[in-house]
């Protein structure tokens, strides 16, 4: 089995005022200053606390994993040269890349990538899901690591528990486990991961000490952050590294946004807004890059709690109920949603995998039709003829078209009786209350960049706990489903395996955990003399970025 499948306006001054950007532009030869913006921040620059996008961009261009998925989404070498199991099926061997500084001129060997994956996996970590499978990680020699795997739930050590067991995925679950310096995070008191659901604050969280190609030069959150060329890169002579200065400026504003590329304050922007892209498209030097993302967006419902807190039912929870879940299901009209808020920009879609992703059919990809007559009855049967009140959690700066998504859906609910209140926020205020289970209705989009559908059951589907389900928010639990999720790691036979996530998905189809809205299009602006494709990761990597003049 291959490990991934390809597959209004606002005046100028205004724009400048919001933005506050560096000067010089993509015209000098010698030195070239990208201005980059996009809706959202960076949640945190501590490279484990936070596994999400816009967080995982930013820490690309300062820190580095063992292995990297270039621009084309193929798996290359990063900070390990080679990979492959040993004799040993159940150990991995790594080779390190040698000469390798960071950025305040410590060595990189492999004491980093030991202390860097114990680190991962602390319970702060938002990236330990990615590591279930991960058992003893042991240095060798100062370049050389071997990473042991166990069965899911397993690990080494001198307490080891379960037994080794292949896991012919490992490689793949790595681009984003980003390799931290021990010797600078024990100077500062970073061995452990900031808790960004408690709001902590932390040396790691503010502060960098990475490989890449860039070095922090000064970061205000949700304001601007700069980075300049890293003078000691290793990849010097093997990327184009034509970008040698880098001011990040989040502007949520979709408007303002726009006008900051029309005017040329802004050279790359992630997110064009839908209704702007003739726009940009049609603007002297300026080209719009777009293509399918590897994200789809959806609905969750916590069917687990006995009662709401945000409804008007006493005693009992409507999502609980199959027939209340399979009528919100049916209640969302995906194609209007494309219409009228995507402007055709999406992909209606009925599975909360995207078409790039081992384990996504066709099949499974089908939705219903609107139907708010047969959803009425379902809500009859359940209990609920007058319907009921619930409250939908929101983010407004991390999607596309994000809360006009959820004002869309507000309207439908309304057809067949559920009376929703919309409560929308930075995605830094909504993502942990999914992450505490405080939110009973929220709105939330999720990539795959393993490529493989274990990634969306590791977090999104099992039971919620300290390794596994860490962003399932619908408090559904099913043993069988778990057993099944959690032998996925170590599963050899590519038969029996994808069988397995079949059964999985057509179990996780019926119990309908979450609604499916849409596989998300990616539309990058920049300016004309920009080289730079479309990253169905919508992750960025100026080191790979050219220039044509």
């Known amino acids: 089995m291959p490990l991934h499948r390809k597959f209004f306006l606002v005046p100028f001054s205004a724009a400048a005022l919001a933005l506050g950007l560096a000067g010089a532009g993509v015209d000098s030869a010698s030195a070239r200053t990208l201005n980059w913006a996009r809706a959202g921040d960076s949640l945190t620059l501590d490279p484990h606390a936070q596994n999400e996008g816009p967080t995982h961009a930013l820490a690309h ?25 040993t004799d040993d099926p159940t150990i991995w061997e790594f080779k390190l890349r040698k000469g390798v500084t960071f950025h305040n001129g410590n060595p990189f060997t492999a004491d980093d990538v030991v202390f860097s994956f114990d680190r991962a996996r602390h ?51 790595l681009t984003n486990l980003f390799i931290m ?19 902590e604050r932390t040396f790691s969280s503010n502060n960098t000490n990475g490989t890449g190609a860039y070095v922090l030069v000064s970061r205000e959150a949700d304001v601007k952050t700069v980075l300049k060329s890293n003078p000691d890169y290793w990849g010097i002579g093997e990327y184009p590294l034509e970008v040698t200065e880098i001011v ?60 709401l807190a945000t409804d ?21 009209d995906r194609e209007a949603i494309k219409r009228v808020v995507m402007r055709n920009q999406s992909i209606p879609a009925g599975v909360i995998a995207p078409p790039f992703v081992n384990g996504w059919t066709h099949r499974l990809d089908r939705f219903p039709s609107p139907d708010n007559a047969k959803a009425k009855q379902l809500l009859s049967d359940a209990g609920y003829p007058n319907g009921f009140e619930i409250t939908l959690n929101c983010p407004n700066d991390r999607y596309i078209n994000d809360e006009a998504i959820c004002q869309a859906a507000v309207g439908m609910l309304a057809r067949i009786g559920i009376t929703v209140s ?50 399932n928010g619908t408090g559904y ?31 996780v189809q019926r119990d309908i955990l979450y609604v499916p809205i849409h596989h998300q299009v990616l539309n990058w602006g920049m300016d004309d003399s920009i080289i730079f494709p479309v990253q169905p990761e919508d992750q960025p990597h100026f080191k790979f970025m050219r220039f044509s003049n």
């Open 312 to 332: 008007n039912v006493q005693g009992k929870n409507p999502f609980a109920d199959r027939r209340v879940r399979q009528a919100v299901l049916m209640t969302i």
């Open 477 to 507: 639990s099913n043993a069988a489903v778990d057993r099944l999720i959690e032998g996925l790691a170590t599963e050899t036979n590519i038969t029996k395996r994808d069988a397995n996530i079949a059964k999985i998905w057509a179990q």
């Open 422 to 471: 919309l409560d929308s926020r930075p995605k830094a205020q909504h993502f942990p209350l999914i992450g505490k289970l405080e939110s009973e209705f929220y709105m939330l989009g999720w990539g795959v960049p393993t490529f493989d559908s274990e990634y969306v059951f590791n977090f999104l589907v099992h039971t919620k706990g300290e390794k596994f389900g860490t962003w």
């Open 248 to 307: 990040y400026t989040p502007i949520k504003s979709a408007p303002t946004r726009v006008a900051a590329l029309l005017s040329g304050e802004a050279h790359f922007i992630q997110d064009v807004p839908v209704q702007d892209l003739r726009r940009v498209g049609a603007a002297d030097g300026l080209r719009i890059e777009t293509g399918p993302q590897n994200r789809v967006i959806f609905f969750g419902m916590n069917q687990g709690k006995a009662d």
């Open 61 to 85: 261009q300062i820190y580095e994993p063992l292995l990297l998925r270039d621009t084309a989404g193929e798996v290359i070498p990063a900070l390990a040269t080679s990979w492959g199991p």
């Open 123 to 173: 319970a702060n970590s938002d990236m330990k899901g990615l590591l279930t499978s991960v058992g003893k990680v042991s240095k060798v020699d100062d370049h050389t690591v071997h990473i042991q795997t166990f069965a899911a739930g397993g690990h080494g050590g001198d307490d080891a528990v379960g037994e080794p067991a292949a896991n012919p995925l490992l490689p793949v679950n």
């Open 181 to 199: 310096d021990k010797e600078w995070a024990e100077a500062n008191n970073a061995q452990v991961p900031q808790n960004f659901a408690d709001s």
